[in-house]
């Protein structure tokens, strides 16, 4: 049976336009792809279930404020719309996995030639299609409104994958509007330190946000990154080596994380977060070796790059937890 998943995503932002309409195939082992633009001679909403979607209101009220009210109109917020359609041959009906699986390959499709687009465009507003994780989750929730149609293509016939329609349409998950608590006493010990925050706590917070959006490059980058501004600062704030003794303490050769969290802690006061944490140095010294990867080589490496997107997400959520012991750790160091 040849099987073909119709998606239409939509947009409050316009696609990037190129001098030709937006037309591209693509053939994967598994699957063939068709990605096409909005031809604005046709309605923006497209077909009955486009149709439906549309009309689409939703309204969202805090349990805790009653006062506080989210509402959403879909035919307000959409202003642009991109087409996925995915055909490939299945010896069996589709079930409910299948569907989970070819929802996640039209997005990731469709995210490709978004990424593109952007790029190709200049584009920096432009923005792939909306995908949120909650930490520990074990699936992604998307944001923008979208409608999906499956069809037997060998006879026309509809394939009654949805309670026994073939069609289905979704305003798209609405994030609650709560972000997070903290404790008063950790805001002001924060502002006593200055203006801003501490680079290397801004940056893990950032690593949190680029997971949480799929941005798991970024997240990667932004962990990495908080810890070699922090593992910097103690070298330049420590006062028991000089220059020259640090560099030759460091000079054993060896990671990142080997050179600042084992070597100069050892020369500075005998400690090592190697001894003191052992799974938390083991992090750090993956979470530096992938950031190497994408600095050097564009790309994850090794068996990190083979895991699927939730165990990737579980464990970068991990690297933010141990990057934050790290850091803490180095504060408890002699300066």
Not at 27 to 44: K, R, Y
Not at 191 to 199: A, F, T, V, W, Y
Request: with cysteine.
């Amino acid at each position: 049976m040849l099987v073909q998943a119709q998606y239409h995503f939509y947009f409050d932002f316009e696609i990037p336009r190129l001098d030709k309409p937006l037309k591209v195939a693509i053939s994967h082992p598994s699957f063939n792809a068709h990605v096409q633009g909005w031809d604005q001679q046709e309605p923006l909403f497209y077909g009955e279930i486009g149709r439906t979607l549309e009309n689409l209101h939703v309204v969202i009220q805090s349990a805790d404020a009653l006062q506080v009210l989210v509402s959403r109109s879909v035919k307000s917020l959409c202003v642009d719309r991109l087409r996925v359609l995915l055909e490939w041959e299945s010896e069996s009906p589709p079930n409910e996995s299948m569907v989970a699986e070819s929802r996640d390959r039209a997005v990731s499709v469709g995210n490709s030639i978004l990424e593109h687009l952007r790029v190709v465009a200049q584009a920096p507003l432009a923005r792939r299609i909306g995908r949120y994780w909650k930490p520990g989750n074990s699936v992604f929730a998307l944001l923008v409104p979208h409608t999906e149609t499956w069809l037997n293509l060998d006879d026309g016939s509809p394939l009654p994958v949805f309670n026994e329609g073939n069609s289905k349409c979704s305003s798209g998950a609405i994030l609650a509007p709560e972000t997070g608590r903290g404790r008063a006493q950790d805001l002001w010990t924060s502002l006593s330190g200055g203006p801003r925050p501490p680079l290397s706590s801004s940056l893990l917070v950032d690593a949190q946000s680029a997971l949480m959006s799929l941005n798991i490059r970024e997240a990667i980058l932004s962990i990495a990154s908080a810890c070699e501004v922090h593992a910097s600062q103690y070298l330049k704030e420590q006062s028991v080596l000089s220059n020259s003794q640090a560099s030759a303490a460091m000079s054993g050769g060896g990671s990142f994380a080997n050179k600042y969290f084992h070597e100069l802690p050892q020369a500075t006061c005998s400690r090592s977060l190697r001894d003191d944490y052992g799974s938390v140095f083991v992090d750090i010294d993956a979470v530096y070796g992938q950031r190497n990867g994408l600095m050097h080589g564009g790309s994850l490496r090794g068996d990190f790059a083979a895991l699927d997107e939730i165990q990737q997400h579980h464990e970068v959520l991990r690297w933010v937890g141990s990057a934050r012991k790290a850091i803490g750790w180095l504060d408890t160091l002699p300066r």
